[in-house]
């Protein structure tokens, strides 16, 4: 029995401390949330308290906003104050100018006709002309060609041809009757300029080729 009783004394006390607990816990809230309501908050007590006159301005600029407005560009025209936006402008009034009295243009006087419209030239600048003709070159009566062989033969100058155009040489054949024979001459031409007629036929002779200068009446 003693035991028992022990037992139901110790859940008693325990139930008993668990009730105060709460209460405890109740009170410490309830003082907690009477010192918040209490104590201002700093982040919003810093924020600004808007007015009603405020909100009533808020609500007259949402009311007239126009989405359109940011597209308008920066030459359009400034609306005056008091004018509605949009609205056509007055047309501006124009006044017809006074007649102004004319008096007829004097008529041209004729122009005399021009002596002469080609003009002569004159003897210095025939001089000029001659002495300019005199110094010029005199064109090359004759064109040049770079001989590299000449042969009784058809095969053989065929043969000093194709030799010519492996280092690079464009010559042609030419027959011509010499003393009752045929001859084949292998050559390299026309050529309008000696000099450059001269500068083939060094470079022929580089290249290992026998080579002559001929030169042919135009």
Not at 7 to 20: A, K, P, Q, Y
Not at 71 to 88: E, H
Not at 118 to 147: C, G, H, I, M, R
Not at 176 to 183: A, D, F, K, L, P
């Amino acid at each position: 029995m003693s035991g028992a009783n022990k037992n139901g004394s110790e859940r008693g006390g325990f139930v008993l401390g668990l009730i105060v607990g709460l209460l405890l816990g109740l009170a410490v809230a309830l003082g907690v949330a009477l010192y918040i309501t209490k104590v201002p908050i700093p982040f919003v007590d810093k924020v600004p308290q808007r007015t009603a006159e405020q909100d009533a301005q808020e609500a007259a600029r949402n009311k007239n906003w126009d989405p359109n407005a940011p597209l308008a560009g920066k030459g359009a025209a400034k609306v005056a104050s008091g004018v509605v936006s949009g609205a056509p402008a007055p047309a501006p009034v124009v006044t017809a100018p006074a007649p102004v009295a004319t008096t007829p243009a004097p008529a041209a006087s004729p122009v005399a006709p021009a002596a002469s419209t080609a003009t002569k030239p004159k003897p210095a600048d025939k001089a000029a002309e001659k002495a300019a003709a005199a110094s010029a070159p005199a064109a090359d009566p004759y064109l040049y060609f770079v001989q590299a062989g000449a042969y009784t033969r058809t095969e053989d100058a065929e043969a000093q041809r194709a030799k010519l155009a492996i280092q690079g040489f464009s010559a042609k054949v030419f027959e011509r009757e010499q003393s009752g024979r045929m001859v084949y001459r292998v050559r390299v031409g026309p050529m309008e300029a000696r000099d450059e007629a001269e500068g083939v036929q060094r470079k022929i002779e580089a290249a290992g080729f026998e080579a002559n200068l001929v030169r042919v009446q135009r």
